[in-house]
């Protein structure tokens, strides 16, 4: 299994981001797959997370309305368009996936990506 993101850099706030997460190794069209974040200093938080099979979608109260996941199962792959960004939404974000979302959100994702960066300037 592999999850590959891609998408991260810098921003300035107010700006918009899309990150991938490229999917390999397991049946794509039947898991959770999610995006959590980790700030310096700062712990874990789970941000999205998308059911491919049926496309319920989870969302952190922190980006509702300014986030949006969604799948592309021909592609093997998860999105996360972010949309006026703060400062605040600086982090290294990672996705991660199970079986079912509450899993993925709870933290117990069998397979992780190595991040990628995202800062948003002031």
């Known amino acids: 299994v592999q999850l590959v993101e891609s998408g991260g850099g810098l921003v300035q706030a107010g700006g918009s981001l899309r990150l991938s997460c490229s999917a390999s190794g397991f049946a794509f069209e039947d898991y959770g797959i999610g995006w959590f974040r980790q700030a310096p200093g700062k712990e874990r938080e789970a941000v999205s997370c998308?059911?491919?099979?049926?496309?319920?979608?989870y969302y952190a109260d922190s980006v509702k309305g300014r986030f949006t996941i969604s799948s592309d199962n021909a592609k093997n792959t998860v999105y996360l368009q972010m949309n006026s960004l703060k400062p605040d939404d600086t982090a290294v974000y990672y996705c991660?996936?199970?079986?079912?979302?509450?899993?993925?959100?709870?933290?117990?994702?069998?397979?992780w990506g190595k991040g990628t960066l995202v800062t948003v300037s002031s």
């Open positions: 998308i059911s491919t099979s049926d496309g319920v979608t």
């Open positions: 991660s996936t199970h079986h079912n979302c509450p899993a993925v959100v709870a933290g117990w994702g069998d397979h």
